[in-house]
DNA sequence: CTGAAAGCGCTTACAG
DNA sequence: CTGAAAGCGCTTACAG
């Protein structure tokens, strides 16, 4: 079992000081130019590299950043998780990814060990059960700062970068409008959420302030096969009008795009279909789904620059909420 | 900006040495009930947790397992990933997930960070690119079990897990001949995949064995979008026959669909469609399509204990192949 | 039963 | 320009 290099054998097969190894592997200016390319020379031979444990031991610093989510299986997150580790390579931070599980005792684990390992700073979706700002304040207490992102809490003064549930509904609806679509099934998931509500009340504002005398009919929907169900209860009587389907989320759209197979129904001659999306569950539909994104890459660049101002200082708390845009896919 | 604890606060407190604090905290038989007591608690209030920093530049163990994925868009890495983290909290070991973007140099740099963080073990899915085991022996120079599991080298002797890729295929075969279906178009992938080669190999021979003669056309698509033009310019010839196309992967299935889908037909009426699959892209269909599961949880535990087994000592390589099951929708 | 000491591999203020 | 020394927080062989 081989020991990896350490700055001790590079120091002792050159004969210098350990002081002289480590400072000429970080180019320190008083190194000599001759010294400070032997040391390196045989560094790049021997393949050092400094080890992490001691370099944050004494330096108190992992450059290290943590995600957490409560699942992988979301297309948000995938391009959320890609561009942040995209932006920290550049800046040098390793990456490494979490997943709650949606289960609050498994997301406190995972922060006490961030706090413990004392990464560079944590970007979190929380889960729907997170109540307690404690063990957040906590990370701040010990100066790691905590990007909230996508799930955020309702407390005020924190740092939350979230998708833009009332423009994407607001585009959603524009385009319902723009297409002179009377009557409107609009399925929406848990009420209790505040992404439901949110994109709720502006979908059926748009609508209203339209003027002209659309007919909305809301429903809510807690899984897809609730949306299949209610979709499939629901569509018979839809039928024989001009007539779309909003879903406000992926998991709602795939219930009810199986309830619309089902009646062997087909977009757009039949009906049309809308919805809110993380992009992937669109893409398998022929006609693709017209939808209105949420871009997981795009907040991961604001979560990210975000976190960098925390980390030069700023204390300042604030929330963005990113722009969605549509995709027309040729479902209405 | 608080510290965290540390031994040396604990003993000044309790006005004890630091090696007594260090063997109380971890029940050591020599230290006396009372003293052991007096420190737990303490500990206990001050919530101190050893910094892993300092125990893994000590001791040289982390006592953390990574996970390196391809990608995360894939469920049944999430199902995998699952099940690690499953065991490993009962273990005791915690999980770091990492992710290759398919990219060798990122795998590399991946598993660079690992050997310095001196992981207890790896658990990867290399990329299509990795074609040097030299990083990967450089693990076991290091005592650092590594797993191979779904996408593994050619490399015979390492541990590798997979997914019965030949059962897969026969049960998906099997179907075909119970359906008593005459022609197939079998889509399959990159044909210098191993995984590819497998499938096809397989799916072949238990169709000739069928005696009856069946006609089977198979073609390559190495992306969703190539599977979707593939089969759109196949279909036309097709349709006038009794026929299923089978595919091989998800991606696959997710183009082939939408060709299906445009061109008006439907399963099981006008054709047969049956697929490997991770298990999520065949349930978004009505009727849902049948499908040979390929499971992440099962692997997962498998691949595990394998890794117990591994830290145990066995230097023993072994591969180890999962069964698949036939998952009955109703697309043919 | 308890403590002093060495050492894991690094960084950095201090001295020369 | 270079080195000796202290110290990050822990563990553990050794001594008592």
Not at 31 to 45: C, D, N, Q, V
Not at 50 to 77: C, D, K, Q
Not at 102 to 110: L, T, Y
Not at 121 to 138: C, Q, V
Request: hydrophobic share 40%.
């Amino acid at each position: 079992m081989r020991q990896n290099p350490t700055l001790k054998k590079i120091a002792e097969r050159l004969n210098v000081s350990i002081s002289t190894v480590s400072r000429a592997l970080k180019d320190h200016p008083d190194i000599s130019p001759e010294t400070g390319r032997k040391i390196k020379e045989l560094a790049e031979l021997l393949e050092y590299d400094p080890n992490p444990y001691a370099v944050n031991l004494r330096t108190h610093s992992s450059r290290e950043f943590a995600i957490v989510v409560p699942s992988l299986s979301n297309f948000f997150y995938h391009s959320f998780i890609g561009s942040i580790e995209e932006e920290a390579r550049i800046y040098g931070y390793s990456v490494v990814i979490y997943r709650s599980s949606n289960d609050a005792k498994i997301e406190q684990e995972i922060l006490k060990s961030c706090r413990h390992k004392r990464v560079s700073g944590i970007f979190i979706a929380i889960t729907s059960e997170t109540d307690d700002m404690e063990p957040f304040l906590k990370m701040d207490v010990h100066g790691i700062p905590v990007i909230f992102f996508d799930k955020v809490p309702q407390y005020e003064s924190c740092n939350k970068i979230c998708v833009g549930d009332e423009h994407a509904a607001l585009l959603a609806a524009e385009e319902i409008i723009r297409k002179d679509i009377p009557n409107i099934l609009g399925i929406f998931g848990d009420p209790n959420m505040s992404i439901t509500r949110a994109r709720l009340q502006k979908f059926a504002t748009v609508l209203q302030q339209n003027g002209s005398a659309v007919h909305l009919k809301t429903v809510h929907a807690r899984s897809s096969a609730e949306a299949e169900q209610i979709t499939l209860s629901l569509l018979p009587e839809w039928m024989d009008k001009k007539f779309a389907v909003f879903c406000m989320s992926d998991e709602i759209l795939a219930g009810a795009m199986k309830a619309i197979q089902r009646k062997g129904l087909r977009a757009p001659a039949d009906l049309g279909v809308i919805a809110i999306s993380d992009g992937m569950i669109p893409l398998l539909f022929y006609p693709e789904i017209t939808y209105a994104e949420t871009s997981g890459s795009k907040l991961g660049k604001l979560a990210f620059s975000r976190m960098m101002r925390c980390i030069a200082g700023s204390s300042f708390a604030q929330t963005i909420i990113d722009e969605s845009k549509l995709v027309v896919g040729g479902s209405i």
